[in-house]
């Protein structure tokens, strides 16, 4: 059954915003959430995660300043706003949730739950 559902992708031009969603339906807590990403041709990489039960977030260094992961427990759902997007921006975006994580890399290993991804897209 489908376990995390991603909305909010869509087409925009260079310097606007989109907030992105990640609703969870998991029966039990998964304290390492992200945000990952996928343009064609290139590899799935971290955009945002939060790890180490909250304490750690980590930001790619070309979204710093830009781009802000949340979470809301009580809706079990996270989100990314992406503010002043560039066209490097536009990519497949993944969420992620896993129990726990040491490293954001974690997310990538086995056990970790993803959603079908929404597609940004990011006209100059």
């Known amino acids: 059954q489908v376990q995390l559902v991603e909305s909010g992708g869509g087409s925009v031009q260079a310097g606007g915003s989109l907030r992105l969603s990640c609703t969870s339906s998991l029966k039990y807590n998964t304290n390492c959430v992200g945000w990952f990403r996928q343009a064609p041709g290139k590899e799935r990489e971290a955009v945002a995660v939060?790890?180490?039960?909250?304490?750690?977030?980590l930001y790619a260094d070309d979204v710093k300043g830009r781009f802000a992961i949340s979470q809301d427990n009580a809706k079990n759902t996270l989100y990314l706003q992406m503010n002043n997007l560039k066209p490097e921006d536009t990519a497949m975006y993944y969420c992620?949730?896993?129990?726990?994580?040491?490293?954001?890399?974690?997310?990538?290993?086995?056990?970790?739950?993803w959603g079908q991804g929404t597609q940004v897209t990011v006209s100059s």
């Open positions: 992620a949730r896993r129990v726990f994580c040491l490293e954001p890399r974690d997310l990538l290993g086995e056990s970790s739950f």
């Open positions: 939060i790890y180490r039960v909250g304490a750690d977030t």
